[in-house]
């Protein structure tokens, strides 16, 4: 049979190839054929649909375990308020409105303590505020007679125009945002609600304890099991950004004087490049930042954080280090500079500038070792004084820096006190070629200034927060071999 | 009587002073002038506090009217939605569940028509899936006899997690956060509710049809009173922010270049440092733009932009803005430099730094123009050109500056092309010196490099977007005077 060989291959048509009428067996076949191969390929694309999302999800959730605790309190609290629904006389005991323990579960729980307090309380105050003042108006509302319906109109549109206005209130929208919005809500419904609802105070009630019920239930979970803190997380990104910023100087710092010797070396490691694109991790997290500060308000004292807090200081010392990542978001100009500064020059500089350098991101590993262990740092002073004495070495090699303009050939004997060699001496160049040098060693100054700053901030936090001392005294330590005299 | 000359100025104090208890009148008018003060201290707080608010919301309101229209919205989408109460047939026609949608408007509407569209067809859709998917949970679970609340719970756990655990995945997150919390609302609601409510899927129904009513008014008076879009406040942002950007260029040069040199003029005017900062604005407005880029998707065609109006490009020609921004926050360091360069150095280079700057701050000025009237620039390719050049005129001045090393009294003569005037050839400072300089110079070549990717990127948005052809044709103007070989 000539069909038998065209699809002869396929296990399935073989054994259905034996019947007597053979047209329609082919049809059938053909039908089936591509039924198979329909099947087959929603089956292939749901599979690699599936394989691909649970590859997804696996990554987040294994980049941050965190985020599947969060969701299985969020199932864990709802089933809890369920309970209310299955349970007879829990049901009956809130009036059939187990519906709004819910939603309050549902729209409150959010993924740290912070937050889920913050949503909890405005919840709750700004139901119970909108529900005794939509009484009141509905009481008026009752007693005008026949304005009832324009009294009741009039008092919700006014209260939600205000409500509303009061969120573009920037210091208000930061703390209470959702409480406006809980306000016009329960305002609207007990308001308007009871033009038809016979027992208002009855329902009003029911509804505030359905809704005590929700947030009890969600700060319950969210404090007892596995909290994640809106401060803790803050806490540690400001500690990995200090971190971060420190890699990306080093990095930059080293690419800068390196690469353009072994310009061979294309295929860097990914784990480099993370590291010198580090600062943008900084550039970006303003906004985190501002918001988990905000959040952290509103948590209770918990591990080395206490009530008072000072969770503002985050936020400034988060500005001081944007203000380093802008440094060495420019150090680019210097590594992508089209001109390469002479290898002579770099050469001149590359000791001042590598120890300015480390001495910056010493003090910013410090300071990032310090926010870990949450302790005051003895050798700070010592490495500021290191730094700033880095400064002085990289101004004075600046100071004697053997340049000519465009006069080639000619010997300059510069008093160099920078261990200069020999073939220093004698170089030629003009301002355009040392460029990219001057750029890095001024953002490089710069940038010590500003880690000052972020050090004085740091120092602030540790002071108001009572960072435990340093178990470590001022003892010999590798970086530290003599005494500042004043730093 | 003592007593009457001691308050005697208090009107109320004389006219019950007459009477025969001595000893109780001077009580009660103890107790009297505290309440009266108290009450006065109460009153006035209050008037202040109203009058402090009042002003303080009116600024708010009369800097951007916008957002009283957003309040007078809400409030007349709550009494549109009330309607569903006040008038009979149309309660009994949702069967009194009109409370979800005054809920809906409460919750759904936005300031801006993206949002607000988001917003509802995120409820709408989730309310829908999860609501089906709810009935047949339900259904299945009512077949399975005594593992009902078995079935229900584990569902309702399942389902919450995966919810929960799509809000983490940034894409999803970016559209579809909102209706991620729906649907476990609505799923909790619907299967969990079933439990206890008979006709489930009558109210599943109603539910739905008073969401769709709730919606519909919200997108009725979002769109077609005073509509304000998503789309056109980014569009307006990012011509804001170019706008500022060469304003920040212009002062921060012009400020370097003048301020030392009348440095007794220390009360400038705000308007001066506003516009100084004004880049503080670009580096700031990251998470804006995103978030609008994302609303203004969700937008129908209005004004000039049509439905797949290209809003990503939006955040890239932001992107490229705040690494002007980088440059310029970067310029700081030349204008608070503690070394100044000394007077003839910066003579040598203000002319041709000047040059650069307003180059570029003018092509900043024609892209915020070209973004203002949506048409395409004819004359970019000019400006681009003129910017080069003189950004190698500005390599050409540094090529040819007229330094020494630490070399006092030695005349240089440097063949400078650079229109010198005779002061400038006896010269003598150290690379220390004229670091500042140096930097700024590097800074406004970059400058330019990433001016140049902001105008690729807006060019490539008024390709994209169709902007209109600029009216104006390549007539001589005042910035071109010369055509450019090649840009």
Redo the contacts between chains.
């Keep these: 049979m000539a069909s038998k060989e065209e699809v002869g291959k396929l296990e399935w048509r073989i054994s259905v190839d034996n019947g007597t009428t053979e047209r329609l067996v082919p049809k059938s076949g053909l039908s089936k054929r591509i039924f198979l191969w329909l099947k087959g390929l929603v089956m292939k694309m749901i599979v690699e649909g599936i394989a691909k999302f649970t590859r997804?999800?696996w990554r987040?959730?294994a980049d941050d375990p965190a985020?599947?605790v969060?969701?299985?309190k969020?199932?864990?609290a709802?089933?809890l308020v369920?309970i209310f629904?299955?349970m007879r006389p829990l049901?009956d005991g809130v009036g059939?409105n187990?519906?709004w323990a819910?939603?309050t579960v549902?729209?409150v729980f959010e993924s740290n303590v912070g937050a889920t307090f913050s949503k909890c309380v405005n919840r709750v105050v700004a139901t119970i505020l909108a529900g005794s003042l939509g009484i009141a108006v509905h009481w008026v509302a009752s007693q005008s007679g026949k304005a009832e319906?324009l009294v009741?109109?009039s008092s919700?549109?006014?209260f939600?125009?205000?409500a509303?206005?009061s969120r573009?209130?920037p210091s208000f929208k930061a703390r209470f945002d959702y409480g406006a919005?809980i306000f016009?809500?329960t305002f609207?419904?007990v308001s308007?609600?009871g033009?038809?609802v016979d027992k208002l105070v009855d329902l009003a009630q029911q509804r505030v304890s359905t809704i005590a019920i929700g947030t009890s239930i969600c700060i319950i979970i969210t404090v007892f099991f596995c909290p994640i803190w809106a401060g803790s997380q803050l806490h540690r990104l400001v500690e990995r950004n200090l971190q971060k910023l420190a890699d990306s100087l080093d990095g930059c710092v080293a690419e800068y004087f390196k690469v353009k010797e072994v310009s061979a070396n294309q295929n860097e490691d990914e784990e480099t490049i993370m590291k010198l694109q580090g600062f943008k991790c900084v550039l970006?997290s303003?906004?985190t930042e501002e918001s988990m500060a905000n959040l952290a308000r509103w948590e209770p004292a918990h591990g080395s954080f206490n009530f008072r807090h000072p969770w503002k200081l985050y936020v400034k010392i988060g500005a001081a280090m944007r203000?380093c990542a802008?440094?060495l978001?420019?150090l680019s100009?210097c590594i992508n500079?089209e001109t390469e500064a002479p290898d002579q020059v770099k050469k001149h500089f590359e000791e001042a500038c590598m120890k300015l350098s480390s001495a910056s991101s010493k003090i910013l590993r410090e300071l990032a070792d310090m926010m870990k262990n949450t302790r005051k740092s003895s050798k700070m002073d010592f490495l500021v004084f290191d730094m700033n004495s880095a400064v002085q070495e990289l101004?004075e090699t600046?100071?004697?820096?053997?340049?000519?303009?465009?006069?080639p050939e000619e010997e300059?004997t510069?008093?160099e006190d920078n261990k200069g060699d020999g073939e220093d001496r004698a170089m030629s160049m003009?301002?355009?070629e040392?460029?990219?040098v001057?750029?890095l060693?001024?953002?490089l100054i710069?940038n010590a200034t500003r880690i000052q700053t972020t050090v004085e901030a740091v120092d602030e936090l540790a002071n108001l927060a009572d960072f435990k001392q340093d178990s470590k005294k001022k003892t010999g330590d590798n970086n530290t071999k003599q005494p500042p005299p004043s730093s």
């Design positions: 997804k999800a987040i959730g985020k599947v969060h969701c299985l969020v199932g864990l709802l089933s369920s629904y299955y049901y059939g187990a519906m819910i939603m549902v729209v319906v009741i109109g919700v549109f006014l939600a125009f205000a509303t206005y573009f209130v919005i016009i809500l609207s419904l308007v609600g033009y038809r970006n303003k906004g203000r802008y440094c978001e420019n100009i500079y101004q600046l100071k004697t820096v053997p340049i000519e303009t465009n006069k300059v510069s008093g003009s301002l355009h040392v460029l990219p001057t750029t060693v001024s953002l710069e």
